[in-house]
């Protein structure tokens, strides 16, 4: 299995480095012309990408080898070439400690669910890590993992800005608590972590500290759910969560979802993004750990995402839950190269052709 995901990766990133000499050369040459010609009052846009090899959300081993699987199917080239102007600041892969305090909460409080220290010691450094990537970047990318790391993403953001909205994408609700979820995978509970109606039941966990800020239940927005534990229904009903599961979705359909989510976000608010790939359906997103039919088609994606970035607000994003190790060496590519589009779309590509960089005298003078 090992033999043919590491075969995948070089089929695919032998693709993209012959793509990509020739790539270069042209973004280059037409990144010089662009910063001729860029003016002063235009920001930069600059984005730190942080890979989060964690894979102990759950119980299937090779989400861990994303990150490094999407920059060898040149995750760089694909934002770079999506949007000539932006900057993109690699920070490589989160490492983390767990210490002894993590493991005596985990013990004593903590012991039903899976990894419950590793989960903490590495959600505290990505909190770190999203701090230090918002002071020296507009934006920033954290590539999963599985779903867990939502939380230190969102907390870490939640921290440099207050003021957040976020859109959880996913066929799943991830707001399970711990005596609440029926697998013990703490991929299935992040969301929990960051509402203040629910945190109180992690009493233990030591959140004033490590995460201070809450995301108020009114700048939440899922879309694309579909496998809803009973006891999650249960909850995002009682606390009052705006929720557009497949079936409303299939509906009103996505031009309205769209509309009523960023109806409901705050305007002034930047916008956290996480998308978790199970949200696309199986047939574009095989290689992942809980894959559900009925999902998103890959256009859907693209249209949801698109219109987030119009705003001009989306500041954070996560892409987790693809495993490598899941599928066929098709499914694989199939499934990468899903999340590349998702990506491509969030950072700056535009379907209807983007001319905004282009040299006006080549019509001749009008
Ligand atoms: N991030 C994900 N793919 N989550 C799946 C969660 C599935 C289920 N609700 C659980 O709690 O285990
Ligand atoms: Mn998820
Ligand atoms: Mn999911």
Redesign the pocket.
């Known amino acids: 299995m090992w033999l043919l995901s590491s075969s995948v990766a070089s089929s695919v990133a032998y693709k993209s480095y012959k793509n990509m000499w020739w790539s270069r050369k042209l973004a280059s040459r037409c990144l010089r012309l662009h910063r001729a010609k860029s003016t002063a009052s235009e920001p930069e846009q600059t984005l730190g990408i942080i890979g989060v090899p964690f894979a102990k959300?759950?119980g299937k081993q090779g989400v861990e080898l994303a990150p490094d699987l999407l920059r060898q199917s040149s995750l760089r080239q694909v934002l770079q070439s999506s949007h000539d102007g932006l900057v993109i600041r690699d920070y490589g892969n989160l490492q983390y400690s767990v210490d002894e305090s993590l493991l005596q909460q985990q013990r004593v409080h903590y012991h039903h669910i899976r990894n419950y220290a590793d989960f903490m010691a590495c959600n505290r450094a990505l909190i770190e890590q999203v701090k230090e990537m918002l002071k020296e970047n507009s934006q920033f990318l954290a590539i999963g993992g599985?779903?867990a790391i939502g939380f230190g993403s969102v907390a870490g953001h939640l921290q440099h800005t207050p003021d957040l909205s976020l859109v959880w994408i996913?066929?799943?609700?991830?707001i399970?608590l711990h005596s609440t979820?029926?697998?013990g995978?703490i991929?299935?509970?992040p969301v929990s972590f960051l509402l203040e109606q629910l945190r109180t039941t992690w009493q233990h966990a030591g959140l004033q500290d490590i995460a201070p800020n809450c995301l108020p239940k009114d700048q939440l927005v899922y879309i694309g759910l579909r496998?809803?534990?009973p006891y999650?229904a249960f909850i995002l009903n009682k606390v009052g969560i705006r929720y557009y599961a497949m079936d409303t979705i299939d509906r009103v359909g996505v031009p309205k979802i769209i509309e009523m989510t960023l109806d409901a976000l705050n305007p002034q608010n930047k916008i956290h993004v996480s998308f978790?790939i199970?949200a696309l359906d199986s047939n574009v997103a095989p290689s992942?750990?809980?894959a559900v039919r009925g999902g998103l088609t890959l256009r859907e994606g693209i249209s949801i995402v698109e219109a987030l970035r119009d705003t001009k607000r989306v500041q954070g994003v996560d892409l987790?839950?693809i495993n490598p190790k899941l599928g066929s060496e098709r499914d694989v590519r199939t499934t990468v190269e899903s999340g590349l589009e998702i990506l491509k779309s969030m950072f700056g590509y535009r379907r209807s052709g983007n001319w905004s960089n282009i040299d006006t005298g080549i019509l001749g003078s009008d």
């Open positions: 959300g759950q599985d779903h996913d066929a799943h609700a991830d399970n979820s029926q697998s995978n991929h299935g509970m496998d809803i534990d999650e978790d199970d992942t750990g809980t987790v839950e």
